[in-house]
């Protein structure tokens, strides 16, 4: 009887394995070359997983595998719809042309300054509100930084002066947005750094345009595991307003 019992769990841990083998198998590529398409089913992904993990251990510790299996696709389930909201908001910014880059820990924000502010002008455009809420909702996703810096960019058409004024003003625009948006001001830390370090040529339009830009970074711990990398998005037309 107890030899029988022993067969029994041992086919059943042996179909959870091959279960899980052949799901990762299945995804393993998609994940890797297409991480921002995460959708809804990521929360089915993670049940399953979880579900299979947790029989596998129950089996191990001859505990009950329908009740590991159950536990298991619970914490799965729930990891699995955190990655599916993570990714919604991804996916929402890139096709704003705000890219999401993250190396280990630290997770780097960039959006256009041609998007979010008038022509030369630290002013932001009311009807891109939206944008940078959608900023700030995918930051608070992380949970509360302990620092979130606002770096501001410009090109080199103007003299460097006026260029890094022109970057802390803008900067500063940004951080009184996230304050407002339930940020602590202690962890916000705006700076300017005008022409000084940009990173595509200014003598095309596009460089110039990619090079105006509003960089937010910050520190996510518990997020090292994900990488995100997204490619430039086509950069928008500049609105011409004043100061």
């Keep these: 009887m107890k030899l029988t019992r022993t067969v029994t769990r041992i086919l059943i841990i042996s179909f959870f394995m091959i279960a899980l083998l052949v799901n990762l198998s299945a995804c393993t ?75 280990g820990e630290h997770v780097r924000i960039i959006v256009p300054s041609d998007r979010i502010f008038y022509f030369n002008s630290p002013t932001i455009i009311p009807q891109q509100y939206p944008l940078l809420e959608d900023v700030s909702s995918f930051i608070k996703h992380f949970g509360t930084p302990a620092q979130i810096t606002v770096a501001g960019f410009t090109d080199n058409v103007q003299m460097p002066d006026i260029n890094l004024e022109l970057s802390r003003h803008q900067a500063q625009s940004v951080t009184a947005f996230l304050w407002s ?63």
Excluded at 191 to 214: K, L
């Design 29 to 103: 590529p998609f994940v890797r070359f297409k991480n921002y398409h995460f959708e809804s089913s990521e929360a089915a992904k993670g049940a399953g997983y979880g579900a299979a993990g947790g029989a596998i251990i129950a089996g191990l510790a001859e505990t009950s595998i329908i009740a590991g299996a159950g536990i298991g696709a619970g914490v799965g389930g729930l990891i699995g719809a955190d990655l599916a909201s993570e990714h919604h908001w991804l996916k929402k910014l890139q096709k704003q042309g705000v890219q999401v880059v993250q190396i």
């Design 181 to 243: 948006h339930g940020f602590p001001f202690r962890t916000l830390r705006p700076v300017g750094y005008g022409e000084a370090d940009d990173t595509a040529s200014n003598d095309d339009p596009m460089g110039s345009a990619y090079n105006r830009r509003i960089e937010i970074s910050f520190f996510a711990p518990e997020r090292s595991h994900h990488h995100f990398a997204f490619h430039h998005a086509p950069q928008p037309k500049p609105i011409r307003g004043k100061f």
